[in-house]
């Protein structure tokens, strides 16, 4: 039986890998958007505000969601985002987030699957980890049969929008990964290809709970 799957996402760097996965999955998939964006007509598109979503009348019958969005910040913000821009990445990382999957809960979906961050913490000092470890304590409160949690280090992969900074620190993050063995491990820099694939492998698995992925589930899926 085919599965119906909802992917909010689906342009940015991971969701779009994820979207490459589905489709070679043979699911039908929905995609849940700001903007139309997609040309494939085997591809149902929800387009909307996403600070509407929690009043978002649309009946569906889903099976399961991805969610691959984030607010874009730069290198430096990751480490220290000003008290001005922090509402703003709340908005997007945490309440679009609860709210997509909320909506994927009412009409059905019993599996999900999300994009974090290695090191999230709701307890950390830092905005970007504690917002991403709120998010995932969020999402495991919700009560889906299946939650899958990836927690990548710096993704690598072609953006929209690529800088000569991101450019040069996955140059340098790239030699000092060597020198991260053993717990250090984790925080390498990884291919949204491979965390992708790893999401859609362990989503298609028999296994229900709460599943975190992290770089030797992104590099042995």
Sequence with gaps: MTKTVLLAGASGLVGSKILEELDNNNVK???????????????????????????????????????????????????????????????????FIRSIALFAKKNGAKSIGIVSAIGANDKSKNTYLKVKGEIEKEIISLGFQKIVIAQPGHLLGKRKDEKLLISIFEKITYVFGYLMIGPLK????????????????????????????????????
């Design 186 to 221: 984790k925080f390498r820099n990884i291919n949204a290809s491979k965390v992708a694939k790893s999401i859609v492998l362990k989503m298609n698995s028999n296994e229900r709970g709460v599943h975190f992925l992290n770089f030797d589930d992104f590099t042995n899926p």
């Design 29 to 95: 998939i929905i995609s849940l958007a700001r903007n139309k964006f997609h040309s494939d007509s085997n591809i149902e598109e929800i387009i909307c505000d996403f600070n509407e979503i929690d009043a978002l009348t649309y009946k569906i019958k889903l099976d399961e969601v991805y969610v691959a969005i984030g607010k874009p910040l730069k290198l430096y913000e990751l480490l220290y985002l000003r008290k001005s821009e922090r509402s703003a990445f709340r908005k997007v990382d945490f309440d």
